[in-house]
């Protein structure tokens, strides 16, 4: 038979409960809208985007101990990673990237509809660019130049020697301008029929 907890163990219990309770609130409140971004730039549905960033953030309320204090983003990077990794796995035929409406939605400023009509045609080329990359290639370029992550940080996220990160991005960087290149003349080529 076990002794009853003393109120002391009760309350300690309960403190460290409620400081794991206020953590990952904080997390929660400081990186929602980076993992969501950063989701749907790997390829994440709209549709999909809140259901995987929910998932990214249950992982992370398990792992919390686990994680450094201050050092939470990067964890919750490769978490992201690994997440939208897997819901592309699960659901190959399912990949979309379209829509950007809800991104610009959480923009802080209000552009003007040139502005934005600009800026949608951007998106829809950064978006069909990063679709033509490999999976491994598109989830650290967008980790380190959208999401401004560091390599440190980025190899931390992935599990990967920091040699290997550094890398991969040189890689990705390449194959970006690489695909780049290509939608670029696709697009100035249905621009050019248009005429």
Known sequence: MSA????????????R?????????????????????????????DADSDDAAQRVFVVAARRLDTMDVGHEGRYLYGIAVRVASELRRRAPAHREVHDDRTLAALADHAPGPEQQLLESEARDALDATLAGMPDDLRAVLVLVEIEGLAVADLAASL?????????????????FTASARRVRARLEGTKGAER
Do not use: C, M, N
């Open 4 to 15: 009853l907890a003393s109120p002391t163990d009760v309350a300690a219990a309960l403190a």
């Open 17 to 45: 409960e409620v400081e794991h309770a206020r953590r990952i609130t904080a997390l929660f409140d400081a990186h929602y809208d980076a993992i969501w971004r950063t989701l749907r730039r790997l390829g994440i549905a």
């Open 159 to 175: 599990e990967v020697p920091v040699g290997t990160a550094a890398s991969r991005l040189r890689r990705a960087r390449e194959e």
